[in-house]
């Protein structure tokens, strides 16, 4: 069993950063490939970004790729999402999630991940 718990979520203007931050329970967080998500009102939720157990792989949605940056820290059992240049089309709840499988492969499918924090808002001024 994992528990993941995000933080660092807030109002921040149109082309600010924000850094958010998902704690994790338990030994098993360093073997997991991790991923964060996001769900906008009245939307479906969607992949942002996935990294390896090792950390040294990463996947990125389009919307992501090129401002925001996955990382993690397994000595913490942190995982990171640092979000720059940040937009309206940011505003969302977003999750960290834990793939359960030992999976190498990065799954940008959110019924692929078998654990989710409670969510942190971001909401994004213009």
């Known amino acids: 069993q994992v528990q993941l718990v995000e933080s660092g979520g807030g109002l921040v203007q149109a082309g600010g950063s924000l850094r958010l931050s998902c704690v994790a329970s338990?030994?098993?967080?360093?073997?997991?490939?991790m991923g964060w998500f996001r769900q906008a009102p009245g939307k479906e939720r969607e992949f942002v970004a996935g990294i390896t157990w090792s950390g040294s792989g990463t996947d990125y949605s389009d919307s992501a790729l090129g401002r925001f940056t996955i990382s993690r820290d397994n000595a913490k059992n942190t995982l990171y999402l640092e979000m720059n240049n940040l937009k309206s089309e940011d505003t969302a709840v977003y999750y960290c999630?834990?793939?359960?499988?030992?999976?190498?492969?990065?799954?940008?499918?959110?019924?692929?991940?078998?654990?989710w924090g409670q969510g942190t808002q971001v909401t994004v001024s213009s």
């Open positions: 999630a834990a793939d359960a499988t030992f999976d190498i492969a990065i799954a940008n499918d959110r019924q692929d991940y078998d654990y």
């Open positions: 338990g030994r098993m967080f360093r073997r997991l490939t």
